[in-house]
């Protein structure tokens, strides 16, 4: 199942995407620079008020969101190309790759089986041709142990038909630089890389592929 968030949301919310990023990305930063990174991005009151945005939504996913085999889409991705994110609550999009686990490995148990988030909203990426009116995916996770299955394309899709309810619009991602499967995933779905920016988690700065969809007629 998935279904969009609402404020009443945002203590178990905090609770995912704090777990999530510490899966994808911990190993990555000194403890210092993570936690700082945490609070400011993920506390359960900067969530709430995020959701309570009209301009910006988030889905939540539930565990069995998706059977069967990975979408085509999925395919050649491996899990960590299915996760992202990794800024400060401004913009948050970045992909780097997840730490290496086995396959075997026990997934992250949440209460109703929350496994994984998106969120979309105005784009906000520091580049130069970024518009009023502009949207942008800033945030995919997808605890670890249930990545793959075609969900990470179910929660990309979704945020993507809601940015553009209102007609095509130009659409906007970031991406690690280091991720390139992540950028194989995104590419399939039309966006291009036409920029870069150092993404800060603590006084860690990290290279931020931009990348681009042009509205679609």
């Known amino acids: ?21 510490t899966q994808t990305f911990g190993h990555l930063y000194a403890p210092g620079d993570l936690t700082v990174f945490l609070d400011q991005a993920y506390s359960p ?80 990426l520091p580049h130069p041709d970024v518009a009023p009116g502009d949207g942008e995916v800033q945030r995919l996770y997808i605890l670890r142990g249930y990545q793959g299955g075609g969900r990470g394309t179910l929660l990309l899709r979704t945020a993507l ?5 209102d007609g095509p619009r130009t659409l906007w991602i970031g991406v ?10 995104y590419a399939r779905h039309g ?9 800060m988690v603590g006084d860690h700065a990290d290279r931020e592929f931009i990348t681009r969809r042009p509205a679609r007629a």
């Open 1 to 21: 199942m998935i279904r969009r968030a609402t404020p009443a949301d945002a203590d178990a919310l905090s609770v995912l995407a704090r777990e999530c990023f």
């Open 45 to 124: 009151a900067v969530l709430r008020s995020e959701l309570q945005e009209p301009q910006r939504a988030t889905w939540l996913l539930f565990e069995d969101a998706v059977d069967g085999s990975p979408s085509p889409d999925e395919a050649s991705c491996t899990p960590s190309d299915l996760v992202s994110s990794t800024s400060p609550t401004v913009h948050i999009p970045g992909k780097h790759p997840s730490a290496p686990y086995s396959a075997e490995e026990a997934p992250a148990s949440f209460p109703d089986g929350l496994i994984g988030y998106v969120t979309a909203c105005p784009a906000h």
């Open 161 to 165: 038909e809601w940015l553009e309810r």
């Open 176 to 185: 690690w630089s280091e991720n390139y499967g992540a950028q194989r995933f």
């Open 191 to 199: 966006f291009e890389i036409v920029g870069e920016y150092s993404f």
